[in-house]
């Protein structure tokens, strides 16, 4: 990480910024690889612009980098997980629009994203004599709780698929 920090010390010292910061790994005594977020400011210069007098910190960001890079592997997992699964799977906004849909999903339904992304998930494929019941999942499913209810759905072409929903 050298380079970068010794890059934006030099802009700062040649005064093309107002104040230093980078974040940077360090080698500990033990060996370990540490981050840490230097900040600091030239707060005098004499007047030939020479700086004689400097503030700064430096911050402890290891923790702030491994929860980084652990949601970052989350996030890949998941959507591995979700894009992968054979089961049909659709992420909803509070109003229960699609926001994402898997290939499951288009598999077992016959939709597309462009069909669907931005629509009521329960406008395309709840049929009328289960509209009710639907709305009930909605209302148990965002209360946060987990169940499994079965049910019927409809594919694109209008036939009903008998579904189990979690």
């Not at 104040?19 to 940077?24: A, I, N, P, T, V």
């Not at 923790?63 to 949601?71: C, D, G, L, Q, Y």
């Not at 992420?91 to 939709?111: M, Q, S, W």
């Not at 994203?113 to 009328?128: A, Q, V």
Request: hydrophobic share 35%; net charge negative; with cysteine.
């Amino acid at each position: 990480d050298i380079d970068q920090v010794m890059n934006r010390l030099a802009e700062h010292i040649e005064g093309k910024t107002d104040s230093f910061q980078c974040e940077y790994r360090f080698m500990s005594k033990n060996g370990e690889w540490n981050w840490v977020l230097s900040k600091g400011r030239a707060t005098e210069r004499d007047e030939n612009g020479t700086i004689t007098k400097v503030s700064g910190i430096y911050l402890d960001i290891n923790e702030e980098k491994r929860v980084a890079r652990t949601a970052k592997h989350n996030q890949q997992l998941f959507t591995q997980l979700f894009e992968s699964s054979p089961m049909g799977i659709v992420l909803l906004d509070l109003n229960y629009n699609v926001t994402k849909l898997n290939r499951g999903f288009e598999n077992i339904f016959g939709y597309t994203s462009d069909d669907i992304i931005g629509k009521k998930l329960n406008d395309i494929i709840i049929p009328d004599q289960y509209q009710q019941a639907a709305l009930d999942i909605n209302i148990f499913t965002t209360s946060g709780k987990v169940s499994v209810f079965e049910s019927q759905r409809k594919h694109k072409n209008g036939q009903l698929i008998p579904v189990i929903i979690y």
